[in-house]
């Protein structure tokens, strides 16, 4: 009887071993699942947004331009319903605003007009 025992405890110690192990496989699947997931979801959130600075960017570098109005800027990108949403994503993209010799607002990338842009 003294015998039988320890290879109870043995196999409930086995089992509750196994059962840690597969709980611990289990959750890290579930968590490295979640994490995809996640990911996913945000690029696919702000995939529009960077698309939206890739394009600014690509308009401000042009190299026949050294800087745009907002209204032209705004006939390219009509989507943005709210000026300040797009003066945002100009900001982010890596432009500054200009004002011209008739008051307009002109937008430019900060790399091409750094010795202009806080005077």
């Known amino acids: 009887m003294n015998m039988q025992m320890p290879d109870v405890i043995g196999s409930i110690l ?3 071993a196994w059962s840690a192990v597969i709980a611990a496989l289990a959750g890290w699947l579930t968590a490295r699942a ?3 997931f996640n ?3 945000l690029r696919r959130e702000f995939q529009l947004e960077f698309a939206t600075e890739a394009a600014l960017q ?3 570098t042009d190299g026949e331009y050294a800087m745009r109005s907002f209204s032209k800027i705004k006939h390219h ?3 943005f319903a709210d000026d300040n949403d797009l003066r945002l994503h100009l900001i982010r993209a890596g432009a500054v605003c200009f004002r011209s010799n008739s008051g307009e607002e002109m937008w430019g990338l900060l790399e091409k007009h750094k010795g202009e842009a806080f005077k």
């Open 14 to 16: 086995g089992w509750s």
């Open 34 to 36: 979640t994490f995809r």
């Open 39 to 41: 990911r996913d979801k």
């Open 58 to 60: 690509a308009l401000l």
């Open 77 to 79: 990108l009509p989507a």
